[in-house]
């Protein structure tokens, strides 16, 4: 009897794969997603992300949501190709709570990271053939240990635990030197911040990103577009709503020179 | 031997008589309304009678154990496979119930060379609007029914009827989870009377010399009774609640009651229990 609470195996059963293998459409631009970091702070874990999507030099879209929640305590920020990204997320959700529902029990972190890891091995040779690459990070609370944690993984689904932080996409570069430099040198390290002070740091990361990657969207005042900001902490995941990030940001990041 | 249509009929009816003796044992379960979402409540022994099957449906089930868990799984399996190929608001009670499990338990049923379910199931689903909520039961024959406001699984149709005229009549839409939680634990109580009852006159009938008196007709109990026999079977059983809550954040509404819950809302005549 399938009473394993898989399920991704039950979905298999019925003839779903996840992606398709086939070729890359040469010259094809496809959709990609951009910048997602994650860092533990005082209280929990901050995921954030910004909200562009390109297609080659073309902007598809200026609302996109990167940091999606599975459940009550993970988030997966994810960078690359949305379409199975996205699809990825949904097989997760579903999961996560088939396993809850079924066995009556919570998923362990470490069940939940292996899942993740065994979607990103499924999609091995679309991501190889350029068609559907997908680069996340996970964060979440673990319940049981009382402890956030933080893991990232290449697109090949080997799982790398980002101790203090971790971030992904390709306005990445710029900003993972910023973390390793505030981390061991600024005034205090990122464990330390508070959640206000965290979520400043998060909304001037992204600004960097977006200086620098054309691919990264930064802050649209006049269209209140504010990066997507979660904090997971032992209550669960909470989002930051633009109305708190907005004063954060016009008091403290802009810079009027 | 059951070619005959007359003797398949007449199998059909043992089976009857078979799957009615089983569910004696049983505890009721109560699923109503009230103005938070859905409650549903019985008291158990032993294994768990109420379950989380999707976002917005609960599983309350009377009956074989094994036999619960089967069909259990195969609602799980059903709205997750749905809710993943479509979308979580595609996935009801009513579909899962009407194309799904119920005729499984029908077929089942009339098979007479097979085993049939032993479970009477109660399928709860919350409504995005209140005026939505919807309940259903299942018999072990596939029959099922629909209702809005409350919904029971009782050992016999009598005392279902019982159980209902207890509980109907109430303005379910403004009940507050307090008030839910207590008229839901009294039905219960109405039902498990009943029940013994019954069991009481069948041993009295079944001494020749007993006359059909006190069988389950009567005035209904008082509501001391029905706390007093609650606290008496607690003891041995635990009280089991679930509740549909249309305020939980998230996508799941689902959330089982705790004992630490229980002895806030149980009415005071009974947090003893509870904390005993």
């Known amino acids: 009897m399938g009473m394993q609470g898989d399920f991704y195996q039950l979905l298999k059963e019925q003839g779903y794969t996840l992606g398709s293998s086939g070729q890359a459409g040469a010259g094809q631009a496809l959709t990609n997603a951009t910048t997602i970091l994650a860092f533990k702070y005082r209280d929990g874990v ?15 879209y200026d609302r996109t949501d990167k940091v999606l929640e599975i459940d009550r305590h993970s988030v997966m920020a994810i960078a690359g190709v949305p379409a199975t990204a996205y699809e990825m997320v949904r097989i997760l959700e579903h999961s996560f709570k088939y396993y ?39 964060a979440g609370f673990d319940t049981e ?13 080997a799982e790398f635990e980002g101790v203090e932080y971790a971030v992904s996409g390709s306005g990445s570069p710029t900003i993972r030197g910023i973390l390793h430099y505030l981390n061991t040198w600024g005034e205090q390290p990122l464990h330390a911040l508070s959640q206000e002070q965290a979520m400043v740091q998060a909304l001037r990361l992204l600004a960097s990103a977006a200086e620098f990657d054309s ?30 990030l907005k004063p954060l940001y016009e008091s403290q990041v802009v810079r009027y020179v | 031997m059951y070619e005959e249509p007359y003797r398949w009929v007449e199998a059909v009816g043992n089976r009857r008589q078979y799957l009615d003796d089983q ?65 979580p608001s595609d996935v009801t009670g009513s579909r899962l119930v009407k194309y799904g499990i119920a005729p499984v338990i029908k077929q089942a049923f009339e098979e007479v060379y097979k085993a049939p379910f032993i479970v009477r199931i109660l399928v709860a689903e919350l409504g995005v609007k209140q005026e939505k909520d919807s309940l259903l039961t299942i018999n072990y024959d596939g029959t099922f029914e629909e209702a809005t406001g409350c919904a029971v699984l009782a050992a016999t149709p009598d ?35 009943a029940q013994q009852q019954d069991e009481e006159a069948q041993q009295v009938e079944a001494k020749p010399t007993g006359s059909k008196a006190g069988s389950s007709s009567g005035a209904t109990p008082s509501n001391e009774t029905l706390i007093a026999h609650i606290r008496a079977v607690a003891g041995e059983r635990t009280i089991e609640c679930a509740v549909l809550d249309r305020q ?5 509404k689902y959330r089982s009651l705790k004992q630490a819950d229980l002895s806030q809302l149980l009415p005071k005549t009974l947090q003893s229990v509870v904390a005993g």
């Open chain 1, 215 to 244: 691919a990264t969207g930064g802050v649209n005042r006049e269209a209140s577009l504010y990066p997507v900001v979660k904090l997971i902490t032992g209550a669960g995941v909470e989002t930051v709503p633009d109305a708190t």
């Open chain 2, 23 to 87: 569910f004696k044992q049983g505890s009721p379960v109560v699923a109503l309304t009230y103005a938070g979402g859905i409650l549903l409540t019985t008291v158990s022994k032993g294994t768990a009678k109420l379950y989380e099957i999707y976002d917005r449906l609960a599983l309350g089930g009377m009956g074989h154990p094994t036999d619960l868990e089967k069909l259990r799984f195969s609602l799980l399996e059903m709205a997750h496979v749905e809710g993943f190929n479509r979308s």
């Open chain 2, 159 to 193: 005392i279902q009827t019982t159980m209902l005229s207890y509980l109907k009549g109430q303005m379910f839409a403004t009940l507050s989870l307090e008030q839910a939680l207590d008229l839901g634990l009294r039905g219960w109580a109405i039902g498990s009377l």
């Open chain 2, 248 to 252: 939980t954040p998230g996508s799941s």
């Open chain 1, 46 to 60: 901050l995921v954030a992300g910004d909200r562009r999507a390109t297609a080659g030099n073309m902007v598809m």
């Open chain 1, 145 to 157: 240990q009382n402890s956030a944690k933080i893991y990232f993984y290449d697109i090949l689904g």
């Open chain 1, 100 to 138: 809850r529902r079924t066995q009556l029990q919570e998923l362990s972190f470490d069940g939940k990271l292996r899942a993740v890891s065994k979607l990103l091995k499924e999609n091995v040779s679309a991501a190889l053939a350029g068609t559907g690459a997908v680069v996340p990070v996970f």
